[in-house]
T-cell receptor, first 112, second 116 residues
Framework: GENVEQHPSTLSVQEGDSAVIKCTYS??????FPWYKQELGKGPQLIID?????GEKKDQRIAVTLNKTAKHFSLHITETQPEDSAVYFC???????????FGQGTILTVHP | DAEITQSPRHKITETGRQVTLACHQT?????MFWYRQDLGHGLRLIHY???????NKGEVSDGYSVSRSNTEDLPLTLESAASSQTSVYFC???????????????FGPGTRLTVL
């Protein structure tokens, strides 16, 4: 089955800096890669996703890049703010029916 | 507003007891999923369902069962609770995938289960 590795497990940055979280996947058939943000005491929430036919996608301060050849994808957050502090999960899917395999998660802390 | 709810939010039980965690969604989504979240392991899929009377095992299904008798609910049962099942459990739902679209999973608030 699919295996998703996520790094780093913790990331600490100063407000205004950029943050990058990286994931690798094992199944070359994976074609959908979402990123979820989990705030303390809540369930994860989708923040951005990318399909395999796209190399990069941006949404304001958040961007995701995908390298299918190397089987890795990354989340980039620019101009970080304290409210970006949360746990971030990457995931991969081979199925339109929505079954996801998640990475281990990254605890992002943005210091004011 | 449509939503997904889980109950109870917190549960303490003893080893060997049967425990059922409830998940209810009002979006009329066909797909429903149960995950457990443990530090260092992220979210691991326990069971999932693509519709009424359909259930499938995920990567960590041993000791858990589900049944889907209607669209709205997917209860998760721990047949004989073990300390290794102490975790935070999340339920999620999504629409059925269409030919050219993947659909977002919407997560509930989670249930924190402690097995003593």
């Amino acid at each position: 089955g699919e295996n998703v590795e996520q790094h780093p497990s913790t990331l600490s940055v100063q407000e205004g800096d950029s943050a990058v979280i990286k994931c690798t996947y094992s199944d070359s058939a994976s074609n959908y890669f979402p990123w979820y943000k989990q705030e303390l005491g809540k369930g994860p929430q989708l923040i951005i996703d990318i399909r395999s036919n796209v190399g990069e996608k941006k949404d304001q301060r958040i961007a995701v890049t995908l390298n299918k050849t190397a089987k890795h994808f990354s989340l980039h957050i620019t101009e970080t703010q304290p409210e970006d502090s949360a746990v971030y999960f990457c995931a991969a899917s081979t199925s339109l029916r929505g079954k996801l395999t998640f990475g281990q998660g990254t605890i992002l802390t943005v210091h004011p | 507003d449509a939503e997904i709810t889980q109950s109870p939010r917190h549960k303490i039980t003893e080893t060997g007891r049967q425990v059922t965690l409830a998940c209810h969604q009002t979006w009329n989504h066909n797909n429903m999923f149960w995950y457990r979240q443990d530090l260092g392991h992220g979210l691991r899929l326990i069971h999932y369902s693509y519709g009424v009377h359909d259930t499938n095992k995920g990567e960590v299904s041993d000791g858990y069962s589900v049944s889907r008798s209607n669209t709205e609910d997917l209860p998760l049962t721990l047949e004989s609770a073990a300390s290794s099942q102490t975790s935070v459990y999340f339920c999620a739902s999504s629409e059925s995938g269409r030919l050219s679209s993947y659909n977002e999973q919407f997560f509930g608030p989670g249930t924190r289960l402690t097995v003593l």
